[in-house]
Nanobody, 127 residues
Framework: QVQLVESGGGLVQAGGSLRLSCLAS????????MGWFRQAPGKEREFVAV????????SYEDSVKGRFTISRDNTKSTLYLQMNSLKPDDTAVYYC????????????????????WGQGTQVTVSS
């Protein structure tokens, strides 16, 4: 069992930045590929970014490429999402998720592929 707790959300003006964190506990953090997803009101949960187990490979949804950066610190069991140049369309609840895998791949972009989820943190971008 893995417990995930997100933090760092809040209200920010368009063009601003936020850094989300996700603290993991319960199992060896480095055994999991980690992802960020988001869900806006009335919409399905969607993929944002993924990072492989050692942290050397990442993948992003097209609309956040060049603005968001996913990273991890396996010594601190923590996942991060640095969000710059935020837009009102980025407003959503952001979730971190863990995928148990032996692979170093980053092709885990579907919600059903992940084993554990955090409770989410709200990000609101005002125009």
């Amino acid at each position: 069992q893995v417990q995930l707790v997100e933090s760092g959300g809040g209200l920010v003006q368009a063009g601003g930045s936020l850094r989300l964190s996700c603290l993991a506990s319960g199992r060896t953090f480095s055994n999991y590929a980690m992802g960020w997803f988001r869900q806006a009101p009335g919409k399905e949960r969607e993929f944002v970014a993924v990072i492989n187990r050692p942290g050397g490979s990442t993948s992003y949804e097209d609309s956040v490429k060049g603005r968001f950066t996913i990273s991890r610190d396996n010594t601190k069991s923590t996942l991060y999402l640095q969000m710059n140049s935020l837009k009102p369309d980025d407003t959503a609840v952001y979730y971190c998720a863990a995928k148990s895998t032996y692979s170093y791949a980053t092709y885990y972009t579907r919600t059903g592929e992940y084993d554990y989820w955090g409770q989410g943190t709200q990000v609101t971008v005002s125009s």
